[in-house]
C-alpha cells in the first residue's frame, strides 16, 4: 500500500524546502516552461479541464456557477515542458467585496503569466459575457488561446456554435482548439498548443508536483464542494472552510474542519434535520480525502455563523483569500 505521507504529490504545510530548489532538477536544453491563466466565464469547465490536465483532482468543480474562489495552482510536467496552470475563479461584473476581489485577480493573472487560455462553453452560442473578457484580454500584451470546452456535448449544429467562436477569435487572431475536459478528448492537441506558445525555461517545481497548494487547502476544498453540491441553491456561496487540526497516525489522520456561513438560518441548512445534511457533507467529504492522501480519514466538522465574511478583507484573507490591493 501506499504511504501517503511520502508519495502524496502535495506540499506540505512547510513549502520552504521545496521552494529553496533543492529538490528542483535542472532542465534540459530546450526545456520550456510557464504560467498559463485559465479564464472564462463561470461554469465553462475551468477547473474540471485544469484536473483532467494534472491527471488529478485539485480544484473542486460543480454545476453551481463560481466554485473557484481562490486562485489554484496545477502542475503538468512532460519531459518537453513545466505548464503550470493558474484557476481562476469565473469572471463575471463585481457585485460585492468578494466579487470584486475576484475579477481583480483575475485582471492581475492575465497580466502576470505567459499564456492566457480563455476557455469558453462549446454548447452554447458566443455571448455577452465572453465579451465582458474579451473586453479584458484585448488590453493585454500575454498570448491568448481560445479553448472551445464541451466538445462532447455539442449538438448536431455544432458548426454554428464554433462560427460564433471563431469570430470572437479573429480580430486579435487568437489561436483556437475544441475540446472536451470531461473525456480528455483533444487535450493533446490543447497541450502541444500551450507548449508551442511557451519560451525556453526551468523548472519552477518539482516535476512530480501537482499543485502548489498545501494538501490542507485542498482538504478544505473537498468539504466545501460537497457543501456546494449537497445543499444546491440554498446556501449561497456564503460559505468558507478551514482546516483546524490535521492529526497523523500511522493509521488514520484526524482532520477537525470549520465551516463558516453568514447567518443563522445558513447554518440551520448546513446542519440539517437532526443534523442529516452535516453527516452527508462529512461522509462525502471524508470519502473525497481518503483518495487525496491515499489513507484512512477521520472527520469532524463544526459549523460557524461569522456574520458579514465576504464584506470583509480582513475576514477574507484570514480564510486563505489573497487580497489584491
Ligand atoms: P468552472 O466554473 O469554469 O471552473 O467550471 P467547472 O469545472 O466547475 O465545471 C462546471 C460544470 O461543467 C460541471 O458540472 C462540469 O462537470 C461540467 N463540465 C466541465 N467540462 C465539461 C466537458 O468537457 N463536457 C461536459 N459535458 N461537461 C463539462
Ligand atoms: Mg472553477
Request: avoid cysteine; glycine fraction near 8%; hydrophobic fraction near 40%.
Amino acid at each position: 500500500m501506499e504511504d501517503g505521507n511520502t508519495t502524496t504529490p502535495f506540499l506540505d504545510s512547510d513549502q520552504d524546502d521545496i521552494l529553496n530548489g533543492s529538490s528542483i532538477p535542472q532542465a534540459p536544453e530546450g526545456f520550456k516552461s510557464g504560467f498559463i491563466a485559465i479564464i472564462g466565464r463561470p461554469n465553462v469547465g475551468k477547473s474540471t479541464l485544469m484536473n483532467q490536465l494534472v491527471g488529478q483532482k485539485i480544484a473542486i468543480t460543480s454545476p453551481v456557477a463560481q466554485t473557484t474562489r481562490n486562485r489554484l495552482r496545477g502542475i503538468l510536467t512532460t519531459p518537453e515542458a513545466q505548464m503550470i496552470f493558474v484557476d481562476t475563479p469565473g469572471i463575471h461584473k463585481p457585485h460585492h467585496q468578494l466579487g470584486k476581489v475576484l475579477v481583480q485577480n483575475a485582471q492581475i493573472a492575465i497580466d502576470s503569466v505567459d499564456v492566457v487560455l480563455f476557455v469558453v462553453d462549446g454548447t452554447v452560442e458566443s455571448g455577452g459575457g465572453d465579451r465582458f473578457i474579451v473586453e479584458l484580454l484585448t488590453h493585454t500584451q500575454t498570448p491568448v488561446i481560445l479553448g472551445i470546452n464541451k466538445s462532447d456535448e455539442q449538438p448536431p449544429d455544432s458548426q454554428r456554435l464554433d462560427e460564433s467562436y471563431a469570430q470572437l477569435a479573429a480580430p486579435n487572431n487568437w489561436k483556437f482548439t475544441k475540446f472536451s475536459a470531461l473525456t480528455g478528448d483533444g487535450l493533446e492537441a490543447l497541450q502541444q498548443l500551450l507548449i508551442d506558445h511557451l519560451e525556453s525555461g526551468p523548472y519552477y517545481y518539482p516535476p512530480d508536483l501537482v499543485t502548489d497548494q498545501p494538501e490542507r487547502f485542498i482538504m478544505g476544498e473537498l468539504i466545501r464542494e460537497q457543501i456546494l453540491l449537497l445543499t444546491r441553491e440554498e446556501v449561497p456561496h456564503s460559505v468558507a472552510v478551514t482546516i483546524d487540526i490535521v492529526e497523523e497516525d500511522p493509521k488514520i489522520t484526524r482532520i477537525l474542519a470549520t465551516i463558516h456561513v453568514e447567518r443563522d438560518s445558513q447554518k440551520g441548512i448546513v446542519i440539517g434535520k437532526g443534523g442529516g445534511m452535516l453527516k452527508q457533507i462529512g461522509s462525502a467529504a471524508r470519502e473525497q480525502m481518503q483518495k487525496l492522501i491515499a489513507g484512512k480519514v477521520y472527520l469532524e466538522l463544526f459549523v460557524k455563523v461569522v456574520p458579514k465574511w465576504r464584506q470583509s478583507r480582513l475576514q477574507l484573507s484570514e480564510f486563505g483569500y489573497r487580497v489584491e490591493e
